[in-house]
């Protein structure tokens, strides 16, 4: 066998891996891939090498790494697309996401729609953007580009599940309650059929999500409850947002003992992985619910951080639920300034533009 086809095949099979997220395996072949690279002067593999690179460091969750494989592909003129593309995914991950429809636009201009799968990745990424800027439609609308591509594929059945549960979140966002279950309920099919517990686990914290939304606080704690029930979950991207809904909702219930007991493994979760976003809102539930002693400070303190992140939608959010606390407590002048806060925030959100 030639060696271009032998890095043609393993570059194949680690893709594979990749897709379907199977990491220990992925973990495995990016030794067996690096050591062949180290041998190799071929600019074709070198461009594979890198596109599946970027996606490995993603699975891995891996930004300092990410940020090293972008910057090599901006040497590369036939990398533009991905350039950009993992930019504007990095930038997401960051919740930036005006710096990642940014990216977005300028990656389009050299997005190849003759491949579909790309195209669908593309799409995915940006509705996934939308989604969180609240611009529904759009979201929803390049979802279903994505699933009609992803739904031909039978290599990319992740990615399928993942587009069913973003069409969920959208449906939440909608208020149809009923189509959002049905979407996370055809997501868990798929993800139980091929025994992806990662997204099984996404999905039950978002179900449990949903129901917090309708203020169905009971069905929501015992979905979270399984989220967090899941050993292989420990320590995941999603496990500290799960911990943080589950100790809102107790204390929603009034279960002031087990919010507490939850807050305290958050804050020093959120400690532990010096995760700084987690710290300030977990501090933000302790005044609403535990100790508002120095309630006005605490709050200024935490909307100065989501601020300086540009973390409208929960800048948008906090606003309005302190302007309530000072509503139910005759403070007027307060909750006024307080809902301005929130207006302005929904104001910035509506500056993020779409994709033309």
Same mark, same amino acid.
């Given at each position: 066998?030639?060696?271009?086809?032998?890095?043609?095949?393993?570059?194949?099979?680690?893709?594979?891996?990749?897709?379907?997220?199977?990491?220990?395996?992925?973990?495995?072949?990016?030794?067996?891939?690096?050591?062949?690279?180290?041998?190799?002067?071929?600019?074709?593999?070198?461009?594979?090498?890198?596109?599946?690179?970027?996606?490995?460091?993603?699975?891995?969750?891996?930004?300092?790494?990410?940020?090293?494989?972008?910057?090599?592909?901006?040497?590369?003129?036939?990398?533009?697309?991905?350039?950009?593309?993992?930019?504007?995914?990095?930038?997401?991950?960051?919740?930036?996401?005006?710096?990642?429809?940014?990216?977005?636009?300028?990656?389009?201009?050299?997005?190849?729609?003759?491949?579909?799968?790309?195209?669908?990745?593309?799409?995915?990424?940006?509705?996934?953007?939308?989604?969180?800027?609240?611009?529904?439609?759009?979201?929803?609308?390049?979802?279903?580009?994505?699933?009609?591509?992803?739904?031909?594929?039978?290599?990319?059945?992740?990615?399928?599940?993942?587009?069913?549960?973003?069409?969920?979140?959208?449906? *939440?966002?909608?208020?149809?309650?009923?189509?959002?279950?049905?979407?996370?309920? *055809?997501?868990?099919?798929?993800?139980?059929?091929?025994?992806?517990?990662?997204? @099984?686990?996404?999905?039950?914290?978002?179900?449990?999500?949903?129901?917090?939304?309708?203020? @169905?606080?009971?069905?929501?704690?015992?979905?979270?409850?399984?989220?967090?029930?899941?050993?292989?979950?420990?320590?995941?991207?999603?496990?500290?947002?799960?911990?943080?809904?589950?100790?809102?909702?107790?204390?929603?219930?009034?279960? *002031?003992?087990?919010?507490?007991?939850?807050?305290?493994?958050?804050?020093?979760?959120?400690?532990?992985?010096?995760?700084?976003?987690?710290?300030?809102?977990?501090?933000?539930?302790?005044?609403?619910?535990?100790?508002?002693?120095?309630?006005?400070?605490?709050?200024?303190?935490?909307?100065?951080?989501?601020?300086?992140?540009?973390?409208?939608?929960?800048?948008?959010?906090?606003?309005?639920?302190?302007?309530?606390?000072?509503?139910?407590?005759?403070?007027?002048?307060?909750?006024?300034?307080?809902?301005?806060?929130?207006?302005?925030?929904?104001?910035?959100?509506?500056?993020?533009?779409?994709?033309?």
């Amino acid at each position: 066998m030639l060696i271009s086809e032998a890095t043609e095949d393993i570059l194949e099979d680690w893709n594979t891996k990749i897709t379907q997220r199977n990491i220990k395996e992925a973990k495995n072949l990016k030794k067996e891939v690096d050591v062949m690279f180290q041998r190799l002067d071929d600019i074709e593999s070198e461009k594979n090498y890198l596109i599946l690179s970027g996606y490995y460091y993603l699975l891995q969750n891996d930004s300092l790494e990410l940020k090293m494989i972008i910057e090599r592909m901006g040497n590369i003129p036939e990398l533009s697309f991905y350039h950009h593309f993992f930019q504007g995914i990095r930038a997401y991950n960051l919740r930036r996401y005006d710096d990642a429809l940014d990216c977005y636009r300028i990656a389009e201009k050299y997005l190849n729609k003759n491949n579909p799968i790309e195209t669908a990745e593309f799409y995915y990424r940006v509705a996934a953007v939308y989604y969180q800027v609240q611009e529904t439609l759009m979201s929803v609308n390049l979802i279903q580009k994505a699933l009609e591509v992803f739904e031909k594929n039978g290599k990319y059945r992740n990615r399928l599940g993942d587009c069913r549960m973003l069409l969920g979140l959208n449906y *939440i966002d909608m208020r149809q309650f009923v189509e959002a279950e049905d979407q996370f309920h *055809i997501a868990r099919d798929i993800a139980q059929r091929i025994n992806d517990s990662g997204l @099984l686990a996404r999905i039950n914290h978002n179900l449990g999500f949903m129901y917090a939304e309708q203020g @169905l606080s009971e069905a929501a704690v015992r979905y979270l409850s399984n989220v967090l029930r899941d050993e292989d979950y420990d320590y995941s991207e999603s496990y500290i947002k799960t911990i943080f809904l589950l100790t809102r909702e107790y204390f929603k219930l009034n279960q *002031i003992d087990a919010g507490k007991e939850w807050y305290e493994k958050g804050i020093a979760l959120a400690h532990e992985l010096n995760n700084v976003e987690y710290k300030v809102k977990f501090t933000l539930l302790n005044a609403l619910y535990l100790d508002n002693k120095d309630f006005e400070s605490t709050f200024k303190s935490g909307i100065a951080f989501l601020q300086q992140e540009k973390l409208w939608l929960d800048i948008e959010e906090y606003a309005q639920i302190f302007a309530r606390f000072y509503l139910d407590c005759k403070g007027y002048q307060k909750a006024a300034e307080y809902y301005e806060i929130a207006i302005e925030a929904k104001n910035e959100i509506k500056k993020m533009e779409g994709l033309k």
